[in-house]
């Protein structure tokens, strides 16, 4: 089954109109709470705490991709340079994994694909997908 069976109401398993995308928000929301609570004692900024969660265009983003939605023409998002791709992929990644698929993140740089990966190792381990999320360049 793809994710997109999985998140559209029509062809879903699940029953009733909406039912599927309120499951998908459900489970994007215990992965970014259970993500912000893990770095609830590392994240300092400018001397100052700060509160890591994911911003209100990254869980759009991560909908848009994921399909979470009523159109299903194509499922194209941008964000631009500190706008959280790494957020986004790493908390889509893990709610791919979560759903049972083997999950891939490809990246340009070989830098950023294992910093991004480091960064998402201990969610990876909490949910118990690490075993289904790898990350590489695109040679790799």
Request: proline fraction near 3%; charged fraction near 20%.
């Amino acid at each position: 089954q793809s994710f997109q069976a999985f998140f559209d109401p029509r062809r879903s398993p699940r029953t009733g109109p909406g039912v599927a995308y309120l499951e998908a928000a459900r489970l994007v929301a215990r992965v970014c709470a259970l993500w912000t609570h893990q770095g609830l004692d590392c994240e300092i900024s400018g001397g100052k705490d700060y509160v890591r969660q994911p911003h209100g265009v990254q869980i759009l983003g991560l909908f848009r991709l994921l399909g979470v939605d009523e159109d299903t023409a194509g499922h194209v998002i941008q964000l631009n340079t500190g706008e959280g791709k790494s957020v986004v992929l790493g908390i889509g990644a893990a709610v791919l994994a979560k759903l049972g698929f083997q999950v891939n993140v490809v990246c340009y740089s070989t830098y950023l694909s294992g910093r991004d990966h480091s960064a998402f190792r201990e969610l990876f381990k909490a949910l118990k997908v690490d075993r289904r999320v790898g990350y590489s360049d695109f040679l790799g």
